[in-house]
């Protein structure tokens, strides 16, 4: 285990489709964060699970995005009918459930909506 | 909430030349503050952290330095290489049980050969 993956790495869809993108942490983290980047722009929280529970949420999240981790394993975000204000890299990160520990974000996915 | 605002936006050095980004950040009860560098293609990587109990850190050619008085923070390399060329996020957070962290807008860094 060498890090945190994410796939796809890009997905291009069409406004109104749903998509879905995985996060494998590293397999000690019990932390399992997602951000939004945009471009120019540094990454914003969107939800956070320790284990298989979702403990925060940003506003950010609206209705149309669910996030799930079940079995405290690996995540996966899913964006159902997309907008074109969706496209962005969407991060995954995880930690170990310590005082204070610094991330470890994958390469991201970037998503693109036509 | 926490809003961290970062500058320069861009910053371009000479190899061997040092570079300097710097942060200030609004929420007084933050109490962590890592660094990460972004290269084309790839997501965030930790580069360096600071506690707020602690003035200044250093690993090798990288340096951090805070001022909670002030509330500000800055990244220090030293001797720059052209692999430095990246993107620099600073960020900062509170331990209220999880770390939210909120990031600057980032530092493009290019080091010229």
């Known amino acids: 285990d060498t890090g945190v993956s994410q796939n796809p790495r890009h997905k291009i869809t069409k406004r109104g489709q749903n998509v879905t993108f995985r996060c494998d942490p590293i397999?000690?983290?019990?932390?399992l964060y997602w951000y939004r980047q945009t471009l120019g722009q540094g990454p914003e929280f969107l939800t956070y699970?320790?284990?298989?529970?979702?403990?925060?949420k940003s506003r950010l999240l609206s209705d149309r995005f669910s996030a799930e981790r079940p079995k405290g394993s690996f995540s996966t975000l899913e964006i159902q009918r997309t907008e074109q204000g969706d496209s962005a890299m969407y991060l995954c990160a995880s930690s170990l459930d310590s005082a204070i520990n610094g991330y470890t974000f994958g390469s991201g996915t970037r998503l693109t909506v036509v | 909430g926490e809003n961290v605002e970062q500058h320069p936006s861009t910053l371009s050095v000479q190899e061997g030349d040092s570079a300097v980004i710097k942060c200030t950040y609004s929420d007084s009860a933050s109490n962590y503050f890592p660094w990460y560098k972004q290269e084309l293609g790839k997501g965030p990587q930790l580069i360096i952290d600071i506690r707020s109990n602690v003035g200044e850190k250093k690993d090798q050619r990288i340096a951090v330095t805070l001022n909670k008085t002030a509330k500000h923070f800055s990244l220090h390399i030293t001797e720059t290489q052209p692999e430095d060329s990246a993107v620099y996020f600073c960020?900062?957070?509170?331990?209220?049980?999880?770390?939210?962290?909120?990031f600057g807008t980032g530092t493009r860094l290019l080091v010229s050969p």
């Open positions: 699970f320790q284990n298989e529970a979702q403990l925060e």
């Open positions: 397999s000690e983290h019990n932390r």
């Open positions: 960020a900062g957070t509170m331990n209220t049980g999880f770390q939210k962290l909120v």
